[in-house]
């Protein structure tokens, strides 16, 4: 069975329910006052304002300091990897909400041949919360101010505006899988590529164990997860799990 079929069975709280009847139960839990605009753009410019805040306050950078910048895009691959595996796909304390957002409901709109959104309410169901960028750096920053404390400076400001570029680009780019393939975004190429990649990921038969990168790959390179396989028909009871939560 193909699973860009709406027709797939799940079954929910103990009943069965297509994919297109799914979809439409998670979007008419949306807020009426859902803003796919503000979803988008407010973290995002409050993301770009705190990586031009940082490197503005840079003193005189050295190439020693400069060769931070990769060190600490590969850290938040890993991290990135490790936090997908581990707390997106795995129900643990006290990462439940993240588990359930992720997992039974993200995973069960979005399948490997049928990733694209319907509107931009949809968005919702994308990007992570609004206040992610806000949680981020508020972990961020309280560690670049023990490095500034130790007079650290440009380290310091060097590891907000990477780590915050990071997930900039983690957001950027997971919409853009998403977004229609005869888009002029989701078109492009360095997109396609990157979307195969992803949306192998989206096969119920693979998610648990493949492709956790959503940013580059690298990670998944050095863990040995990419999926190189043929990707096999997947059965109904592939994608239908006894119960979504």
């Given amino acids: 069975m193909s699973t860009n079929s709406e027709s797939v069975v799940l079954v929910r709280d ?8 799914f979809r439409e139960e998670v979007l008419a839990k949306i807020p009426a006052s859902y803003s796919p605009a503000r979803h988008f753009f407010v973290p995002s410019i409050v993301g770009v304002l705190a990586i031009t805040s940082s490197l503005a306050l840079l003193e005189a950078p050295t190439a020693l300091d400069w060769y931070l910048v990769p060190l600490l895009f590969m850290l ?31 995973h069960r709109v979005y399948m490997t ?73 989701g078109g492009l190429w360095l997109v396609r590529k990157l979307r195969r990649h992803h ?3 989206h096969d119920p038969r693979l998610m648990q164990k493949w492709n956790f990168n959503v940013t580059l790959p690298l990670w998944d390179l050095v863990r040995g997860t ?9 059965a ?8 979504l939560r």
Avoid at 132 to 146: E, K, R, Y
Avoid at 236 to 243: G, I, K, L, Q, S
């Fill in 226 to 234: 990419i999926y190189r396989g043929q990707r096999p028909e997947i």
């Fill in 76 to 106: 938040s691959n890993a991290v990135e990897w490790r936090a997908h595996k581990h707390v997106l796909h795995k129900r643990t304390k006290p990462f439940e909400l993240l588990y359930d957002r992720h997992t039974p409901v993200h």
């Fill in 113 to 185: 041949d049928d990733m694209a959104i319907r509107s931009p309410r949809e968005f919702a169901l994308v990007l992570v919360p609004a206040y992610g960028i806000t949680l981020i750096l508020a972990v961020t920053v309280p560690i670049a101010a023990v490095l500034a404390f130790f007079h650290q400076r440009n380290p310091a400001c060097l590891f907000v505006a990477t780590t915050t570029l990071y997930v900039l680009s983690y957001e950027w780019l997971h919409l853009s899988y998403h977004l229609p393939t005869n888009s002029f975004i």
């Fill in 14 to 21: 103990g009943k069965e329910v297509t994919r297109a009847q």
């Fill in 236 to 243: 109904e009871r592939d994608v239908a799990p006894p119960n």
């Fill in 199 to 201: 949306a192998l990921h």
